[in-house]
């Protein structure tokens, strides 16, 4: 079965959130939200989340499932504001313990934060299947950008999160703490050997340079012989070496430290400080 895919991008942080249906039942899926936030006044809002919602809200379906890629660590999830307007269970990797290990040591965050990943309400094993109305949903896990991402497989569609973009953009870095360029390799070639006409939708898009538009779905054909970074046939040893290298000049995502305090709690806010206000903290030469 092909489920029914709409695409929300938001420019501000170069992500494509996606609303995945069940076209016979109106079981949906929403895929890696976003929580708009202003770095500069600390301020948060719901206008990107908004859109989702008055999608579904339009469109008469019901949210069965708010399933993250990965830890994101360029933008905040919006998962809790869209469980408690229209429900659904929230999902992602089952390593994603690693993942709060690690920055909870960085962030040195209260020793209550649980790293057990029981913050979420579902943790997805590779090879897991998720229902969604008559339609299944496969759970592939694909590290390598960071130990918890996983690849969602929908009928002839698959979210692959930050693994790979756009052929002309490449894939994705690997030197996250937990991030492993030659893992990260491996991943790719399993998404690579899903059938040639699979539809695949990425996480996001920068909109490679000397092409006018945004874009967020290719196909596994295209990806496996025209990716600059890995298509074509390269090699592991080939893909590590540039991946390592290239890793190296690349600057951190804007939104990295408040993103990755609040997505490690599948998308809440740390608890407030005695004055009743939420503080995120900025680590000093610690990444």
Not at 7 to 27: I, K, L
Not at 52 to 67: A, G, K, M
Not at 196 to 203: K, S, V
Not at 213 to 239: L, M, P, S, Y
Request: glycine share 8%.
């Amino acid at each position: 079965m092909t489920p029914t895919v709409k695409a929300f991008f938001d420019e501000a942080t170069f992500t494509v959130s996606y609303v995945v249906s069940d076209p016979e039942t109106g079981s949906s899926a929403i895929i890696d939200s976003v929580l708009d936030f202003d770095q500069a006044s600390g301020r948060t809002s719901t206008e990107s989340a908004d859109l989702l919602i008055r999608y579904v809200e339009d469109n008469h379906l019901n949210i069965v499932w708010i399933l993250e890629t990965h830890v994101h660590a360029d933008h905040l999830s919006a998962a809790p504001y869209l469980k408690a307007r229209h429900g659904g269970e929230t999902g992602v990797g089952d390593v994603i313990g690693e993942i709060q290990s690690t920055f909870k040591g960085i962030f040195n965050l209260e020793d209550e934060f649980s790293t057990d990943g029981l913050q979420f309400d579902q943790l997805l094993a590779d090879g897991a299947e998720l229902e969604l109305g008559k339609m299944i949903i496969r759970v592939m896990h694909t590290p390598g950008h960071t130990p918890a991402c996983v690849t969602f497989v929908a009928g002839d569609c698959a979210f692959i999160g930050d693994t790979m973009f756009m052929p002309d953009f490449g894939t994705a870095r690997a030197d996250f703490p937990g991030g492993d360029a030659t893992v990260l390799y491996q991943s790719i070639q399993k998404i690579l050997a899903l059938p040639d006409e699979t539809r695949l939708f990425m996480c996001h898009d920068y909109k490679a340079p000397g092409r006018e538009v945004f874009a967020w779905e290719t196909t596994v054909a295209e990806e496996r012989a025209n990716n600059i970074h890995i298509g074509g046939g390269k090699t592991e040893q080939e893909f590590v070496e540039f991946r390592s290298t290239r890793d190296k000049q690349l600057g951190m995502p804007k939104l990295i430290l408040p993103s990755i305090q609040v997505n490690i709690r599948a998308g809440e806010m740390p608890p407030a400080d005695d004055n009743g206000v939420v503080y995120l903290k900025l680590p000093v030469d610690a990444l």
